[in-house]
């Protein structure tokens, strides 16, 4: 590709609706939990009315960064740095979004067959609505599927599912690759 020429990226609705708005939120609420362990070191990451709203893995992020704060010597510093730190990440992926995505499929032209299928074998709601727009977008125009998500995105569950069923088969006689961000 043309270093002129600039990638566009397909997105499904659902992604940029849902997920991206709570993830960012939660990114939000990681950083509060954070200064408020800084400034009260009994306090228990999480035990806020809003730090209910963190996955366990969002609370172990925020507990290496209160380590890691614990390593400073100027607290206040690392407030202001983790602060700028999460409102530029905010930003570059909202500015992203913005400027490189290409929104694919509404969520309510979703097919819900597909998804169902999906599902069995992802166990996600998330991952299902995200791989059927996927599937569907690349039986209308080539695509490769990127995701960091080994253990369900894997091409066997996008064929099993399709398969399966034979009107799905029929229906989407393509199947897109998929790539791990991790393997770029």
């Known amino acids: 590709m043309s270093k002129h020429k600039e ?15 709570k993830w960012i939120k939660r990114q939000q609420i990681i950083v509060k939990e954070v200064i ?6 009994s306090y228990n990451i999480g035990e806020s009315d809003e730090g209910s709203f963190l996955y366990p893995q969002d609370k172990q992020k925020a507990e290496k960064l209160f380590i890691k704060s614990s390593l400073t010597v100027d607290k206040t510093n690392f407030i202001t740095e983790l602060q700028i730190i999460q409102k530029e990440q905010e ?5 992203f979004i913005e400027q490189r995505v290409e929104k694919v499929i509404p969520i309510k032209d979703i097919d819900t067959e597909l998804k169902s299928k999906l599902f069995t074998y992802t166990n996600n709601i998330s991952d ?5 727009s996927g599937i569907q977008q690349h039986n209308k125009e080539h695509l490769i599927l990127l995701t ?13 599912a399709v398969n ?10 393509k ?3 998929i790539k791990y961000i991790q393997d770029i």
């Open 7 to 21: 990638e566009k990226y397909l997105v499904c609705y659902y992604i940029v609706e849902e997920n991206l708005p």
């Open 36 to 41: 408020r362990k800084i400034k009260k070191d």
């Open 91 to 95: 930003f570059k992926l909202i500015r």
């Open 128 to 132: 299902s609505i995200t791989i059927a």
């Open 148 to 160: 960091s998500d080994k253990k369900d995105w894997r091409r066997e569950n996008l064929e099993l």
């Open 164 to 173: 399966e069923n034979s009107k799905l088969a029929e229906k989407y006689k």
């Open 175 to 177: 199947i897109p690759e």
